[in-house]
Each structure stands twice: as structure tokens, then as C-alpha cells.
């Protein structure tokens, strides 16, 4: 089976960077997304990460260990608009389905 | 930019009654899914749809459910009897090979009232 920690609140300043955390155990690993959720809309997708590093995406980054089954979401120069549950999701080896974490809500305060 | 679309966007229903959810996913893409999120819980998967039959399936997909890909752009989720239990956000998603990541598309979720 699949297992993903999140935590579940987290909050911090506009301007400020925050790191988001993610621990997972999977059966068998292909991959580790992030997707932002505003209340009431739809998941969209953030990041990617398959191979152990950072991916940098603007304002955005995403960190990958394998070997420690960790990942976490970096957010620069925050703004108001950040505010959001952020989800981390993985995807395991032989399936193309993504298992969901319980998402993490960031509130961005002026 | 192409984009999953949803219908009906809000849906109550009585107990009991069926309810049809419609998803028309982004054209090139392969794989489908219907996804649902209970109000202030986490995502979770329902079913994947690939070549015209299911690739995967959830414990909670049981017999009330059933999805139909009944013409070449359309992907159906259907509930025979809903239950109280059933109201929820039902998101559809579509994967395709976009620089490899196949990521999922979601659409904007069909909320579903059961009462």
C-alpha cells in the first residue's frame, strides 16, 4: 500500500519563503507531484519530480530523496494569492493512477 | 489551453436515485479517471480508464458504480442508488504524454448533493 504525510496547517508572511513537507512510502516508486488547491476548485498540477534534486519552477520549487521517501515544495516571495492547500501525490511503479496525500493549508498573511 | 470539462457542475439528488456524471477529457490524452474529494478531505481515486476499459479500480468503486466512455470524447461516471455517503466533489482527470511527466488534468469538479 501507499502512505503520505503532510502536515496539515501551516501558515506564513507575504514575502516570506515557506517549505512545505512530504514523507511517503510506496510499493514501488514513479514519481512524486505537487498540485495546488484552491477552496472549492479543481487540483492543478505544480511539479514534477522522478529522480532525486530540485526542480526549479519560478517562485516554485520541488526537492526529491528517494532513498529517504522525502520530498518537500519550496514557495518564494509569497504572495496573498498562495494561499491554498497544496497536495502531494505519488505514483507508484506498474499504475497510472496518483495516490493523494491530505494536502497541506497554507494561509499567506499581509 | 486545453482543459477538462465537467457537467453538471452541481447535482442534488434524492437517496436512492441514479446520477449521471459527464467529463469531456482533453482530446489527445489516453488515460481517464474519476477522482472524489468529501468535503475537507484529502482526494481520493475512484477509477482509471485506458483502451476503453478499466485499468484500476478503488475499494470504495463498488457495484454502484460504473463508468462508460459512450463515443470518442465523452467519459461517464455513473451512481445506480446514491447514498448519503456519495455526496461529494467528483473531479475527472485526463493524463496524456506531456514531457513525460504524465501529470493529471483535473476538471473544475462536478459537486454532488445527496440528500
Known sequence: ?110 | EPEVTQTPSHQVTQMGQEVILRCVPISNHLYFYWYRQILGQKVEFLVSFYNNEISEKSEIFDDQFSVERPDGSNFTLKIRSTKLEDSAMYFCASSGETGGAWELFFGEGSRLTVL
Not at chain 1, 24 to 47: D, I, M
Not at chain 1, 49 to 64: A, M, T
Not at chain 1, 78 to 92: F, G, I, N, P, T
Request: a neutral charge; aromatic letters at 14%; one cysteine or more.
Open chain 1, 1 to 110: 500500500g501507499q502512505n503520505i504525510d503532510q502536515p496539515t496547517e501551516m501558515t506564513a508572511t507575504e514575502g516570506a519563503i515557506v517549505q512545505i513537507n512530504c514523507t511517503y512510502q510506496t510499493s514501488g516508486f514513479n514519481g512524486l507531484f505537487w498540485y495546488q488547491q484552491h477552496a472549492g476548485e479543481a487540483p492543478t498540477f505544480l511539479s514534477y519530480n522522478v529522480l532525486d534534486g530540485l526542480e526549479e519552477k519560478g517562485r516554485f520549487s520541488s526537492f526529491l530523496s528517494r532513498s529517504k521517501g522525502y520530498s518537500y515544495l519550496l514557495l518564494k516571495e509569497l504572495q496573498m494569492k498562495d494561499s491554498a492547500s497544496y497536495l502531494c501525490a505519488v505514483r507508484a511503479y506498474n499504475t497510472d493512477k496518483l495516490i493523494f496525500g491530505t494536502g497541506t493549508r497554507l494561509q499567506v498573511f499581509p
